[in-house]
């Protein structure tokens, strides 16, 4: 077999850090040319013509597969979190370069400028996002705590802690051919930032937008080893290598996810995200000329024609009051005669482009088919093939190209009594349909007959209306999203999920769960409750726990990060409070609340003995009695958390301060880091008064500390230095 068909080359994969083509002398996808399918064309959206071929004929799944387990697992495990977000911060940079040569193959597919900025920008966005919430929100190691520490004995010698590690597998990602970039690496950057390798699968009629991006990553030499594979085509009897730690991430239709999960053996991870009939829904209140009524013609307009429909999270069902449906309709149509040019995405006037392929267009129809067999009106475009502008400006018929024009449907009846069709059958493409409601109730109630959807928007002013949605519509959808005329300019959109929130939905939507900031990284990983004693936990989290060993040999505030180790301490001295210092700081602060300055008051107060001192002037006061005042390591000090007052200081107690360095976490990009500290106020009885963490910003060495004391220092006059 050839590496090429017709003058027009396969399209390789990426297996075992090479690239590969079938029909190889040796190779590390397999060599042997014989056993597979023949290869497969794929086509122009617009023109027809081929761009490339698939084929995976003789391909070494299993040793892919491997070659993750043990390569690219050893590779990624070396590394921390931290250092794994900053290779996904240079991944984006490398792609941003890039970007244009991505738009250019994504026409191919066709997709505008436009549907580039939500693919292509997109996926580059949700890259440097993960970038940013790992080094946040993620310690600089390798093991993740959940939750806080749970005692387990009195003594304190014996607690529970949850703990995540990664998962010892391989993710399996199989994306649909809507988003080659943006779905693909939605999936890759949490899997990559726990420390799991991929495989990517792309969908084969946008397979080469994905090889362009992997080829960019590679080519930046800084993937580490067996981290990132490519199969450009077919997988069979992949399932047939995949057990407990590996994950599968499946985008696409109901029905192959069903067929694919029957296929993973028991302890695979199979995660779906699949045709959803999304719903969106105009508040009563959104009358004609009203901001949420503009917003919501504008939404939909941009949801009908956005990738040409060709979004899981379209718009499939626009729920609108009775009285609002004529005038929605020629609000939509008047927008979209104004805004939408059909045609080659080369061309520059055009602003939506076919779908992504003859066999789509083809399903599409006939999904529109089955709407009007049950009962459904043309109320806006038409089923027949549209002119459209070609890439040379010129219009005319496209008989290779998949286009369709923006089709809305209308349906006959009350709302109970719509055909089920209506809710069930998806067109994947640039159609949605127009429902009529009578009551918020009753929208509700359509809302939920989609059978579970990725998201539903509702464009209201009316808190109420949005109250009565939200608890009638959330257990249905993965997103809601609430549209007003004070988001209506800032929203992301109804069809645009974001990194940081979740995106998936229950029922038809597939059940699972991606993005949603770290919850996508912790999905790949598991949860183990974890036993010991406070200096076992302490040495396998990297955290010190209250009854581990300390130090206490010079003030930890003089150690850089580069001295400063888990459990150095300093015990304070004691300071007394008095009736006076409690009325001084009333005075000076205003706060004049009764239980610091009403003795009867106070002790009417069940929590309470008498006068207490304020909780602020024992948190203040125990920085004065821990800090080392001089310059030095300590860069900073950024906040306070966990912050809690236990038992109640009276004048005459005495206080003092336990501050144990607890989690230190150098910077991968800065010359200081994170240190955490354990603080104990105690009075005179060694109970616990307060409790709280102290976050403070240290230079890693010594050098670095003097550097920054010089450069903020200021500066001395020459009358001074003489």
Same mark, same amino acid.
């Given at each position: 077999?050839?590496t090429?068909?017709e ?5 390789p ?5 090479q690239?590969w083509?079938?029909g ?19 086509r122009?959206a ?13 391909i070494?799944l299993e ?5 993750a387990?043990?390569v690219?697992?050893r590779?990624?495990?070396? !590394?921390?979190?931290?250092?794994r977000?900053?290779l ?9 370069e890039?970007?244009?040569e991505?738009?250019?193959?994504s ?9 580039? !900025?939500s ?7 949700? !890259?440097?996002?993960?970038s940013s ?5 993620l310690?600089n190691?390798q ?8 005692p ?11 703990v995540y590690?990664?998962?010892p ?9 809507n ?8 999936k890759?950057a949490?899997?990559f ?7 990517v ?14 080829r ?10 067996g ?5 450009s085509?077919?997988v069979?009897?992949?399932f047939d290598h995949?057990?407990?730690?590996d994950?599968?991430?499946?985008t696409?239709?109901?029905?192959t996810?069903e067929r ?8 695979v ?7 959803s009939?999304?719903a ?14 503009d ?5 939909l307009?941009?949801?009908l ?8 999270t ?8 009775e009285?609002a ?13 104004e805004?939408?040019v059909?045609?080659?995405?080369r061309a ?7 779908l ?7 399903e ?6 089955r ?12 089923t ?16 290779d ?5 923006p ?5 006959d009846?009350?709302?109970d009594?719509?055909?089920d ?6 067109a994947?493409?640039?159609?949605a349909?127009i ?7 009753e ?13 539903t928007?509702?464009a ?24 007003d ?6 929203s992301?959109?109804?069809g ?6 979740v ?10 769960e ?10 790949h990983m598991?949860?183990?409750a974890v036993?010991g ?8 989290t ?6 581990a060993a ?11 990060l ?15 409070v ?12 205003g706060?004049l ?5 009403d003795?009867?008051?106070?002790a ?9 001192a304020?909780g602020?002037l ?6 004065g !009695?821990?800090?080392d ?13 966990n912050l809690?007052?236990?038992?109640p ?5 005495e206080i003092?301060?336990?501050l144990?360095?607890k989690?230190i976490t ?8 994170e240190?955490?500290?354990d603080a104990?106020i ?14 403070t ?10 550097a ?7 500066p001395?006059?020459?009358?001074v230095?003489?």
């Amino acid at each position: 077999m050839t590496t090429e068909r017709e003058g027009i080359a396969i399209l390789p994969s990426y297996l075992r850090d090479q690239w590969w083509v079938p029909g190889a002398a040796a190779g590390p996808g397999g060599a042997d040319p014989s056993p597979g399918a023949d290869p497969v064309a794929v086509r122009d959206a617009s023109t027809g013509e081929t761009v490339t071929w698939l084929s995976t004929r003789g391909i070494d799944l299993e040793g892919v597969l491997d070659h993750a387990r043990t390569v690219g697992q050893r590779s990624l495990g070396e !590394l921390t979190f931290h250092q794994r977000a900053v290779l996904l911060k240079q991944f984006a940079l490398a792609l941003t370069e890039r970007k244009h040569e991505l738009y250019d193959l994504s026409a191919r597919a066709g997709a505008t400028q436009r549907d580039s !900025l939500s693919d292509v920008d997109g996926g580059i966005g949700v !890259l440097f996002t993960y970038s940013s919430k790992g080094r946040r929100e993620l310690p600089n190691g390798q093991v993740y705590l959940d939750g806080p520490v749970e005692p387990l004995s009195k003594d304190g010698s014996f607690l529970g802690r949850h703990v995540y590690t990664r998962l010892p597998g391989v993710a399996v990602q199989i994306n649909a051919f809507n988003f080659p970039m943006w779905g693909a690496l939605e999936k890759f950057a949490p899997a990559f930032l726990a420390g799991v390798p991929t495989v990517v699968k792309p969908a084969s009629p946008s397979a080469y937008v994905a090889e362009a991006w992997v080829r960019i990553l590679v080519e930046t030499g800084l993937l580490p080893a067996g981290s990132l594979q490519l199969v450009s085509g077919a997988v069979p009897g992949l399932f047939d290598h995949l057990g407990l730690g590996d994950l599968v991430a499946f985008t696409g239709s109901a029905a192959t996810a069903e067929r694919l999960r029957a296929q993973a053996a028991p302890g695979v991870r199979f995660t779906t995200e699949t045709d959803s009939i999304n719903a969106s829904v105009l508040g009563p209140d959104a009358v004609p000329g009203t901001p949420e009524f503009d917003a919501y013609v504008k939404q939909l307009m941009v949801e009908l024609t956005t990738k040409a429909g060709q979004k899981c999270t379209a718009i499939r069902r626009a729920i609108v009051p009775e009285a609002a449906v004529e005038p929605l309709v020629e609000a939509l149509r008047t927008k979209i005669a104004e805004r939408v040019v059909i045609g080659d995405p080369r061309a520059e006037t055009v602003t939506m482009g076919p779908l992504v392929s003859l066999a789509q267009r083809e399903e599409v129809l006939q999904a529109v088919g089955r709407l009007q067999a049950a009962g459904g009106r043309v109320l806006v475009g038409t089923t027949d093939a549209p002119d459209i502008t070609r890439a040379d400006g010129s219009t005319g018929p496209a008989p290779d190209g998949a286009f369709v024009s923006p089709i809305v449907l209308g349906f006959d009846g009350a709302a109970d009594a719509l055909p089920d069709a209506v809710h069930d059958v998806e067109a994947f493409g640039p159609v949605a349909s127009i429902l009529a409601y009578r009551s918020v109730d009753e929208a509700a109630d359509l809302v939920g007959r989609g059978g579970g959807s990725l998201v539903t928007s509702v464009a209201t002013a009316d808190p109420a209306v949005a109250a009565t949605l939200l608890a009638r519509t959330a257990a249905y959808n993965g997103r809601l999203l609430f549209l007003d005329r004070d988001d209506a300019r800032t929203s992301t959109g109804h069809g645009a999920p974001v990194p940081h929130l979740v995106h998936g939905g229950p029922g038809r939507a597939g059940g699972g769960e991606e993005l949603g900031g770290i919850r996508a990284v912790l999905h790949h990983m598991q949860r183990t409750a974890v036993q010991g004693s406070p200096a076992m936990l302490t040495a396998l989290t990297g955290v010190w726990h209250q009854g581990a060993a300390s130090r206490s040999d010079r003030h930890p505030f003089r150690k850089s990060l580069a001295e400063l180790e888990i459990g150095d301490q300093i015990a304070s001295p004691s300071r007394l409070v008095t009736l006076d210092d409690i009325e001084t700081f009333a005075r000076f602060t205003g706060d004049l609340f009764y239980a610091h300055m009403d003795e009867d008051a106070a002790a009417a107060n069940p929590f309470f003995p008498g006068r207490v001192a304020h909780g602020y002037l024992l948190v203040s006061w125990a920085a004065g !009695l821990f800090v080392d005042p001089d310059p030095g390591p300590v860069l900073a000090n950024y906040g306070l958390e966990n912050l809690r007052f236990v038992t109640p200081v009276s004048p005459g107690d005495e206080i003092r301060v336990v501050l144990t360095a607890k989690q230190i976490t150098p910077r991968e990009t800065d010359e200081y880091g994170e240190v955490r500290w354990d603080a104990v106020i105690l009075n005179q009885r060694d109970e616990i008064v307060a409790t709280y963490d102290v976050l403070t910003l240290v230079a890693k060495t010594v050098e670095e500390a003097d550097a920054t004391a010089a450069a903020t220092a200021p500066p001395v006059s020459a009358e001074v230095g003489a």
